[in-house]
C-alpha cells in the first residue's frame, strides 16, 4: 500500500493525526522552542521525561509518548537526529525511515512531521520535505506481491508540516521530487526482490515498457533475430542455455533533443536469473541469483525519475536481459563468442557472464555516437572482498568523469570507493585463440571483470559500479529494507541532474 504525502502551513502540534514526528538535537533537549511548547500542553510532562533520561538528541534514539488529549496528536514520536552541525540527507533518510516504520508498529494511520524540528546548518526545511517524502516510499517499502494475507498496519497519510515562511510551490515542488525518487527505488527493489519464475527477460522488458508508457519515453526491445543482425553474439552466447528469449531494452528519455552530444547511457546488467551456466554455482550460491538483474532494474528504476524531473540532458537506458542456464544448448567453456564489435573473446568460465552481456550493451551504446557511459551491475563477488557492503566499487577510464560519478553519489548518501585500472591488469585476460578471454584467474577479480567491460569504451568516458555487495541487505535499518536495496538509483538521478546543470 502507498502513503499519501501532502504539506500544510501552520502549528503541527494542531495537526490531526495518530503521531506526530518532532527532531530533537543532541543538547537542544530542554532549549527547543517545540518541546517547551509540547511541555506545557502536557503539564510539564515532557520535562520529567527529560529529566528522566528518557528522551535524548543521540542519533536514532526515538521515544513515543502518548498525548491523552494535551495536544491534537495522539501520540508524539521523538527523533534524536545527534550533533546539528553533522546531520546530513542520508543521516535523515535513515532516521524518518525509522521513525515511520516505529510510528507503523504502533497502529498510526496518519503520521504529521514538525518539518522545522529537523532543519540544521546543512539541511533545510526544503531537504526536510524532500527525504520525508522519499523516506515515506522507501522506508514504508514492503513486498508483499504473493503474501496471501497482506500486512494491516499502514500508514495511509503523511503530513509535512513546514512553517510560515516557506511557498507552497517550493514545497510541493520538493515533496514531488521525493515522491519521485522514493518510487523510482522502489521499482528497482520490486523487480530485484520478483521470484524468477516470473521475473523473465520478457517481464523484465514489459516493466521497462509499462516505465515508458507513464513517462512518456520511448522504448525498444531488441529481439533474439535482430541482436544477431547486429552482431551481439556475447549475450546471445550467455542466453544460448535458456529456454527463455534474451532482450535488449532501450529506454530513451530526450532533455535536450536538439544537442545529441548532450547525452550519457546508462547500461544495467540484466541477467534475470545466474545458474553459472555450465559452469554451475553451488547450491548456496544460487540462493540470491535472482537478483543478479540489480543493475538492470536500477537503470529502468532511474529512468522512471529522469523522465519525471526532467533533466536538460538526453539519457539512453540500456539493460541486456537473459537468463544465463546449463540447458543443452549452452556456451561451454572454451567457446569463442563476437562482440558488436567484432572483439573475439574466449569463455573461460561460464559464470562470468555479466562482462559478457555489458560488452554489447557498451558496444551499442558506442554505436549511437553516445561518449558518456555508465554500467551497473552485480558484476563480481570479489568487490565484497574488497570493500565489504559499505560502499560501491568505482571503476573508469576519464578520472574528471569518475570523480563526477562519485560526486553525484555522495549528493545522495551512495558510498563509492574507486578501485585501480592499471595497463598491467590487462595481461591476466590475454587469450591465446582470442582476442581476450572473459577471467583473468583469482587475483584482482572486481578490476578484471571491470576492465574486460571497459576495453569495449573505446574514446568515451565511462565508469562501471559494481554493486555486487550493496545490492541486497539482510537486515532492515535505516533506509534499507531486508531485500534487494535499489543500489545505485539515487546515484543515476543524481548524475544526471548534476550533468543537466
Same mark, same amino acid.
Given at each position: 500500500?502507498?502513503?499519501?504525502?501532502?504539506?500544510?502551513?501552520?502549528?503541527?502540534?494542531?495537526?490531526?493525526?495518530?503521531?506526530?514526528?518532532?527532531?530533537?538535537?543532541? /543538547?537542544?533537549?530542554?532549549?527547543?522552542?517545540?518541546?517547551? =511548547?509540547?511541555?506545557?500542553?502536557?503539564?510539564?510532562?515532557?520535562?520529567?521525561?527529560?529529566?528522566?533520561?528518557?528522551?535524548?538528541?543521540?542519533?536514532?534514539?526515538?521515544?513515543?509518548?502518548?498525548?491523552?488529549?494535551?495536544?491534537?496528536?495522539?501520540?508524539?514520536?521523538?527523533?534524536?537526529?545527534?550533533?546539528?552541525?553533522?546531520?546530513?540527507?542520508?543521516?535523515?533518510?535513515?532516521?524518518?525511515?525509522?521513525?515511520?516504520?516505529?510510528?507503523?508498529?504502533?497502529?498510526?494511520?496518519?503520521?504529521?512531521?514538525?518539518? *522545522?524540528?529537523?532543519?540544521?546548518?546543512? &539541511?533545510?526545511?526544503?531537504?526536510?520535505?524532500?527525504?520525508?517524502?522519499?523516506?515515506?516510499?522507501?522506508?514504508?517499502?514492503?513486498?508483499?506481491?504473493?503474501?496471501?494475507?497482506?500486512?494491516?498496519?499502514?500508514?495511509?497519510?503523511?503530513?509535512?508540516?513546514?512553517?510560515?515562511? =516557506?511557498?507552497?510551490?517550493?514545497?510541493?515542488?520538493?515533496?514531488?521530487?521525493? %515522491?519521485?525518487?522514493?518510487?523510482?527505488?522502489?521499482?528497482?527493489?520490486?523487480?530485484?526482490?520478483?521470484?524468477? *519464475?516470473?521475473?523473465?527477460?520478457?517481464?523484465?522488458?514489459?516493466?521497462?515498457?509499462?516505465?515508458?508508457?507513464?513517462?512518456?519515453?520511448?522504448?525498444?526491445?531488441?529481439?533474439?533475430?535482430?541482436?544477431?543482425?547486429?552482431?551481439?553474439?556475447?549475450?546471445?552466447?550467455?542466453?544460448?542455455?535458456?529456454?527463455?528469449?534474451?532482450?535488449?531494452?532501450?529506454?530513451?528519455?530526450? $532533455?535536450?533533443?536538439?544537442?545529441?552530444?548532450?547525452? %550519457?547511457?546508462?547500461?544495467?546488467?540484466? %541477467?534475470?536469473?545466474?545458474?553459472?551456466?555450465?559452469?554451475?554455482?553451488?547450491?548456496? /550460491?544460487?540462493?540470491?541469483?535472482?537478483?543478479?538483474?540489480?543493475?538492470?532494474?536500477?537503470?529502468?528504476?532511474?529512468?522512471?525519475?529522469?523522465?519525471?524531473?526532467?533533466?536538460?540532458?538526453?539519457?539512453?537506458?540500456?539493460?541486456?536481459?537473459?537468463? *544465463?542456464?546449463?540447458?543443452?544448448?549452452?556456451?561451454?567453456?572454451?567457446?569463442?563468442?563476437?562482440?558488436?564489435?567484432?572483439?573475439?573473446?574466449?569463455?573461460?568460465?561460464?559464470?562470468?557472464?555479466?562482462?559478457?552481456?555489458?560488452?554489447?550493451?557498451?558496444?551499442?551504446?558506442?554505436?549511437?555516437?553516445?561518449?558518456?557511459?555508465?554500467?551497473?551491475?552485480?558484476?563480481?563477488?570479489?568487490?565484497?572482498?574488497?570493500?565489504?557492503?559499505?560502499?560501491?566499487? =568505482?571503476?573508469?577510464?576519464?578520472?574528471?568523469?569518475?570523480?563526477?560519478?562519485?560526486?553525484?553519489?555522495?549528493?545522495?548518501?551512495?558510498?563509492?570507493?574507486?578501485?585501480?585500472?592499471?595497463?598491467?591488469?590487462? *595481461?591476466?585476460?590475454?587469450?591465446?585463440?582470442?582476442?581476450?578471454?572473459?577471467? $583473468?584467474?583469482?587475483?584482482?577479480?572486481?578490476?578484471?571483470?571491470?576492465?574486460?567491460?571497459?576495453?569495449?569504451?573505446?574514446? =568515451?568516458?565511462?565508469?562501471?559500479?559494481?554493486?555486487?555487495?550493496?545490492?541486497?541487505?539482510?537486515?532492515?535499518?535505516?533506509?534499507?529494507?531486508?531485500?534487494?536495496?535499489?543500489?545505485?538509483?539515487?546515484?543515476? &538521478?543524481?548524475?544526471?541532474?548534476?550533468?543537466?546543470?
Amino acid at each position: 500500500m502507498t502513503t499519501d504525502v501532502r504539506v500544510s502551513f501552520g502549528d503541527s502540534l494542531r495537526s490531526a493525526s495518530d503521531c506526530l514526528l518532532i527532531g530533537v538535537f543532541d /543538547g537542544e533537549e530542554d532549549m527547543n522552542e517545540l518541546l517547551q =511548547a509540547c511541555n506545557r500542553s502536557l503539564n510539564n510532562g515532557l520535562e520529567v521525561i527529560i529529566k528522566a533520561g528518557e528522551l535524548s538528541g543521540n542519533t536514532s534514539n526515538f521515544t513515543l509518548l502518548h498525548t491523552f488529549g494535551g495536544v491534537t496528536p495522539d501520540r508524539l514520536l521523538f527523533c534524536g537526529l545527534g550533533d546539528k552541525e553533522l546531520i546530513s540527507l542520508s543521516l535523515l533518510r535513515d532516521i524518518f525511515s525509522s521513525a515511520l516504520r516505529r510510528a507503523r508498529g504502533a497502529c498510526s494511520g496518519s503520521v504529521s512531521i514538525a518539518a *522545522n524540528s529537523f532543519v540544521g546548518p546543512q &539541511i533545510t526545511e526544503n531537504d526536510v520535505v524532500e527525504c520525508a517524502a522519499e523516506s515515506s516510499q522507501t522506508g514504508l517499502y514492503r513486498y508483499e506481491r504473493f503474501k496471501s494475507v497482506p500486512s494491516t498496519k499502514n500508514i495511509k497519510l503523511l503530513d509535512l508540516v513546514v512553517s510560515g515562511s =516557506a511557498t507552497e510551490k517550493t514545497m510541493n515542488d520538493a515533496m514531488s521530487r521525493g %515522491i519521485s525518487v522514493g518510487n523510482s527505488v522502489n521499482i528497482a527493489r520490486d523487480l530485484a526482490n520478483a521470484p524468477p *519464475n516470473f521475473m523473465t527477460p520478457t517481464e523484465l522488458s514489459n516493466a521497462a515498457s509499462g516505465v515508458a508508457r507513464e513517462t512518456g519515453a520511448h522504448i525498444e526491445i531488441i529481439e533474439r533475430e535482430e541482436m544477431a543482425k547486429l552482431g551481439m553474439g556475447a549475450l546471445i552466447g550467455v542466453s544460448q542455455g535458456s529456454t527463455e528469449p534474451p532482450k535488449f531494452i532501450v529506454l530513451r528519455y530526450e $532533455g535536450d533533443q536538439n544537442n545529441p552530444d548532450n547525452s %550519457i547511457a546508462l547500461l544495467g546488467k540484466g %541477467i534475470t536469473f545466474d545458474s553459472g551456466g555450465l559452469d554451475l554455482k553451488s547450491a548456496s /550460491g544460487m540462493r540470491t541469483m535472482k537478483g543478479d538483474m540489480a543493475g538492470g532494474a536500477a537503470v529502468i528504476g532511474a529512468m522512471k525519475a529522469i523522465s519525471d524531473i526532467r533533466p536538460t540532458l538526453n539519457v539512453v537506458g540500456i539493460v541486456p536481459a537473459t537468463e *544465463n542456464m546449463p540447458g543443452g544448448g549452452a556456451q561451454r567453456p572454451g567457446d569463442v563468442v563476437s562482440t558488436m564489435d567484432g572483439t573475439t573473446l574466449e569463455i573461460d568460465n561460464t559464470d562470468a557472464e555479466g562482462r559478457l552481456v555489458l560488452a554489447d550493451a557498451v558496444c551499442y551504446a558506442r554505436s549511437l555516437g553516445i561518449t558518456k557511459i555508465v554500467d551497473v551491475a552485480t558484476l563480481t563477488g570479489a568487490v565484497r572482498a574488497a570493500l565489504g557492503q559499505q560502499c560501491i566499487g =568505482a571503476f573508469g577510464n576519464d578520472s574528471s568523469f569518475t570523480e563526477k560519478v562519485i560526486a553525484a553519489g555522495s549528493e545522495v548518501g551512495e558510498r563509492i570507493w574507486e578501485l585501480p585500472t592499471y595497463d598491467e591488469y590487462a *595481461n591476466q585476460y590475454d587469450s591465446d585463440i582470442a582476442d581476450i578471454k572473459n577471467t $583473468g584467474g583469482a587475483a584482482a577479480g572486481a578490476i578484471i571483470g571491470a576492465m574486460i567491460i571497459g576495453r569495449f569504451a573505446g574514446d =568515451a568516458s565511462w565508469v562501471h559500479l559494481d554493486i555486487a555487495a550493496t545490492s541486497l541487505t539482510n537486515v532492515t535499518k535505516g533506509d534499507r529494507v531486508k531485500g534487494a536495496t535499489g543500489s545505485g538509483v539515487r546515484t543515476l &538521478i543524481s548524475l544526471c541532474e548534476l550533468l543537466s546543470s
